[in-house]
């Protein structure tokens, strides 16, 4: 008999469900150009300008655990309106921040809004593999995770069209040499800049408290009979899950997975712009390209996953991504921006996948464990600051540029990816 992916009962719910991971993807990629903008239009360093991807997955730190121990002792449904509610505020904030001209007032608002981001991925992700059979829980997941990066190239075409295209034209050090000759006129660039990016925010506020009014009056499927039979104090349920090596490791490798996804994404801007002389907006472009091979391999990716092990395929193009992202630290001209954007295709499958692997036969359990999947999302938290000093105080290595240089910091995790996805296949085959 062949199982269904989404059984025929539970469509609308998983439809309405999955444009939740179009809305994150779409604050994700929205977010990750405004590094280098908040760079020029603030006159800050790479590693303070990286301080809003550490307050954006910041807020996915906080709030994991909180948000998976509101679903243990609610439902799914209230904790996708509690997301939705903050992400809502957190955009909303914006207009604050942007009148005060304060950083750290529009970290505040990315903080908050990922908070709303955390409970909406401690979520979503357990509750589409709730909805249908165990054997296709992981294809289910791939499937919707694969309308992720369509929100995300939507958010990085608003990026490039609504924002950096937009932004003054007058370079990093015209801007400092007017804060010494025109103060005045500075601020007054700054301030036109700052609505700039502030005015796409707001539009997505707006957006995400309709969506909010939507759940709130949708019926949505509430945990089987069995699954509250199953229901255990959280300490129980950390007892196992600490016990759990495939779990504990699958935790790890998201981390690594995270932060890879985020440093290629957020510095091909500053790749481009110091190893190719581009502008924003044109290194943006090739920001989109490579989210659109993100998309294209995510739907390929889930295909071969009815004839390939996840184990094997994520070993596969981990050992791609180890390869690509060697040609972006080696190879110097276009040839290396092309290894750079190629990257993505690799990185399509690895998220779902990690996360699929991770909760396999945890039962309830799942609602608890996707708290750590989500925790994980730290690694893109702390690894592009760490990417941003590199960019700062690296020592040029022969023809190796700082830029270059801190494409390490990927090659790494790549590295950790592959050894995990051979790991798994291995223990898959000893049972």
């Known amino acids: 008999m062949r199982l269904s992916v989404v059984p025929k009962a539970l469509i609308f719910p998983f439809i309405l469900v999955t444009t939740l991971f179009a809305l994150w993807g779409f604050a994700n990629d929205i977010t990750n150009p405004m590094v280098a903008a908040f760079k020029n239009i603030l006159l800050i360093s790479n ?12 807020g996915y ?8 121990i509101f679903i243990q002792k609610f439902n799914y449904k209230k904790g996708l309106l509690v997301g939705l509610a903050l992400y809502s505020a957190g955009c909303l904030l914006f207009i604050p921040a942007g009148n005060a001209m304060a950083f750290w007032a529009f970290l505040i608002a990315y903080f908050v809004m990922t908070c709303g981001l955390a409970f909406l991925e401690t979520t979503s992700n357990p509750y589409i593999l709730s909805m249908g059979p165990e054997a296709t829980a992981t294809r289910r997941l791939n499937l919707a995770q694969a309308f992720n990066p369509i929100g995300s190239l939507t958010g990085m075409l608003v990026a490039k069209e609504l924002i950096l295209s937009r932004l003054n034209l007058a370079t990093e ?10 103060p005045g006129g500075l601020a007054k660039i700054q301030q036109a800049d700052l609505d700039i990016v502030s005015g796409p925010y707001l539009m997505l506020g707006a957006v995400v408290f309709a969506f909010f009014l939507i759940f709130a009056i949708s019926k949505l499927p509430r945990a089987t009979a069995k699954d ?20 504990t490791r699958s935790v790890v490798a998201q981390v690594f997975y995270v932060g890879v996804q985020i440093m290629v994404w957020t510095f091909i801007i500053q790749y481009a712009e110091n190893e190719l002389g581009m502008s924003k907006a044109t290194a943006q472009g090739y920001n989109m390209v490579a989210m659109g091979m993100f998309v294209s391999s995510r739907f390929i990716c889930t295909f071969l996953l009815k004839y390939f092990k996840p184990s094997s395929l994520l070993t596969w193009l981990a050992t791609g991504g180890i390869i690509f992202t060697a040609g972006a630290i080696f190879i110097h001209g276009i040839a290396g921006l092309y290894c750079l954007v190629a990257i993505s295709a690799c990185m399509s499958l690895m998220f779902p996948t990690i996360y699929g692997i991770a909760l396999k036969g945890l039962g309830d359990d799942a609602k608890l464990a996707s708290a750590g999947l989500i925790l994980a999302i730290g690694g893109g938290c702390l690894m592009p600051p760490l990417q941003g000093l590199l960019i700062d105080k690296a020592v040029w290595i022969d023809t190796l540029s700082s830029v270059r240089i801190s494409f390490a910091l990927p090659l790494i995790c790549f590295i950790v990816i592959a050894l995990f996805g051979r790991w798994v ?3 898959r085959a000893s049972r």
Do not use: H
């Not at 590693?47 to 910041?58: R, T």
């Not at 050090?173 to 025109?182: F, G, H, K, L, Q």
């Not at 509250?228 to 779990?247: D, E, F, H, M, P």
């Open 47 to 58: 590693f303070e300008s990286s301080l809003v991807q550490f307050a954006f997955y910041g």
């Open 61 to 68: 730190c906080f709030m994991a655990i909180p948000a998976a």
């Open 173 to 182: 050090a015209e801007r400092i040499a007017m804060a010494d000759t025109d």
């Open 228 to 247: 509250a039979a199953q229901r255990s104090s959280t300490g129980a349920i950390v007892k196992r899950l600490l016990k759990n090596k495939l779990y």
């Open 425 to 427: 296949g291995t223990l």
